[in-house]
C-alpha cells in the first residue's frame, strides 16, 4: 500500500486542491488526511448509508471536514462547488460509473482524481493467492473491471488526463477538465 499511498499524493500535490469532495470514501480514512492537509480548505466525503461508516465518519470530525450519505449519481451540491472531485477506489463498485463521473465532473472546478483495480492484474493477483477462486479472482462488489487503456477511455470523456501513476495493481489518473464547461 506504501507505493498507492505515494502516489495517490504525488497526484493531490500536483493538482494543489483548496476544496475537495470525495465521492465514496468509505470510512473516510483518505478524506480526513485530504481534510489535514487542507487545512482552512473544505473536505467533504460521501457514500452511502450505512451505520459502521457513520460511526467512522464521527470519530473523524474536524472542522473543516463533512460527512454526508449521497447518492453519487445525484449530488446536491452546485456546479463548480469544488475544486477537486476524486473517487479513490470507489467506481468499480458503482452501478452506474459514467453518470457518476458525470456528475463529479460537473461539481468540481478544477480536476478529478480517480483511481481503480487494474485488470486483469488485480484478479490474477487475488487468484494467486488464493483470493475469490469461485468468481475467478473478482473480488466481491466489484461490478466494474478496468484496464489502463479502458480506464482511461471512461474518464477521457470528462476531461484531459494530465498524470497517470500506475502503482501495482491499481491504475490512477489525475484529470483536468475543460474550462469551459
Not at 457518476?100 to 481503480?116: D, G, I, K, P, W
Request: aromatic share 8%; hydrophobic share 40%.
Amino acid at each position: 500500500m506504501a507505493g498507492f499511498h505515494a502516489a495517490l499524493d504525488e497526484l493531490w500535490t500536483r493538482a494543489r486542491p483548496t476544496s475537495v469532495l470525495d465521492v465514496g470514501c468509505g470510512e473516510g480514512v483518505i478524506t480526513s488526511h485530504w481534510a489535514a492537509r487542507l487545512g482552512e480548505g473544505r473536505a467533504v466525503g460521501v457514500d452511502l448509508e450505512d451505520s459502521q461508516l457513520q460511526r467512522e465518519w464521527e470519530a473523524r470530525r474536524r472542522r473543516n471536514l463533512e460527512f454526508r450519505v449521497e447518492d453519487a449519481t445525484s449530488l446536491s451540491f452546485s456546479d463548480g462547488q469544488f475544486d477537486t472531485a476524486a473517487a479513490i477506489e470507489s467506481l468499480e463498485h458503482v452501478p452506474e460509473p459514467e453518470a457518476t463521473l458525470s456528475e463529479m465532473a460537473r461539481v468540481a472546478r478544477r480536476y478529478l482524481l480517480v483511481s481503480v483495480p487494474r485488470e486483469p492484474l488485480w484478479r490474477i493477483t487475488n487468484l494467486a493467492r488464493g483470493a475469490y477462486l469461485g468468481s475467478l479472482g473478482s473480488t466481491p462488489g466489484h461490478v466494474h473491471h478496468w484496464s489502463k487503456r479502458t480506464f482511461r477511455s471512461l474518464v477521457n470523456r470528462h476531461g484531459t488526463v494530465e498524470e497517470v501513476r500506475f502503482p501495482f495493481p491499481w491504475t490512477m489518473l489525475l484529470v483536468r477538465l475543460p474550462e469551459d464547461r
